[in-house]
């Protein structure tokens, strides 16, 4: 069975202060896995895609790592405005065009004090 | 339109109410999705569809969900008979697939919450 999980639970940084997150996975054909973040009453936000291992993605503050078997989102010197949940998902390959499904992890909420 | 509208914002039923939810997703997309979002952070996914066609519907409860895509018309998500443990966010997404473009993009979810 798929999983996806992700940690920490909660991780609470001083503004400046650089930290990781971590999101391992399961899936048999990885099609694609996404960083989302979410603030409080919306909806997830996308932020990065990575297909292969080995790839990264930076975004201002933010930047994705990719592995055989897991995931990182490295925030470097983040600040208050940073504090969300950022959710992890893969996408599983259905063969050929066929979409597939996307397989949440439960989200790591961060917060970052000034 | 350039997001995924989801609508209404907030619903409140009585149990055993019908509940239903409408999803327009961002023009030229061709494949949509629905996820409950219950306790803490959990996403369980419901339906998908590939233009008007369900996709992959292992994840309804298909006693009291169902859901439709018709061409030119919002997405539909309705719930015959709520149950209190229907409470929860729902989330539509859309996605163009197609190629290297299969990132799916939310929209900000309706609260369902069932009295």
Not at chain 1, 15 to 28: H, I
Not at chain 2, 4 to 29: F, N, S
Not at chain 2, 39 to 65: A, C, H, W, Y
Request: charged letters at 25%.
């Amino acid at each position: 069975e798929d999983q996806v999980t992700q940690s920490p639970e909660a991780l609470r940084l001083q503004e400046g202060e650089s930290s990781s997150l971590n999101c391992s996975y399961t899936v048999s054909g990885l099609r694609g896995l996404f960083w989302y973040r979410q603030d409080p009453g919306k909806g997830p936000e996308f932020l990065f895609t990575l297909y292969s291992a080995g790839e990264e993605k930076e975004k201002e503050r933010l930047k994705a790592t990719l592995t055989k078997k897991e995931s990182f989102l490295h925030i470097t010197a983040p600040k208050p405005e940073d504090s969300a949940t950022y959710l992890c998902a893969v996408l599983k390959n259905a063969g050929g065009t066929s979409y597939g499904k996307l397989t949440f992890g439960q989200g790591t909420i961060l917060t970052v004090h000034p | 339109g350039e997001e995924v509208a989801q609508t209404p914002k907030h619903l409140v039923r009585g149990e055993g109410q019908k509940a239903k939810l409408y999803c327009a997703p961002i023009k030229g997309h061709s494949y949509v999705f629905w996820y409950q979002q219950v306790l803490k952070n959990e996403f369980k996914f419901l339906i998908s569809f590939q233009n008007e066609n369900v996709f992959d519907e292992t994840g309804m409860p298909k006693e009291r969900f169902s859901a439709k895509c018709l061409p030119n018309s919002p997405c539909s998500l309705e719930i015959q008979a709520t149950k209190l443990e229907d409470s929860a966010v729902y989330f539509c997404a859309s996605s163009p697939w197609g190629g290297r473009k299969p990132e799916a993009f939310f929209g900000q979810g309706t609260r369902l919450t069932v009295v």
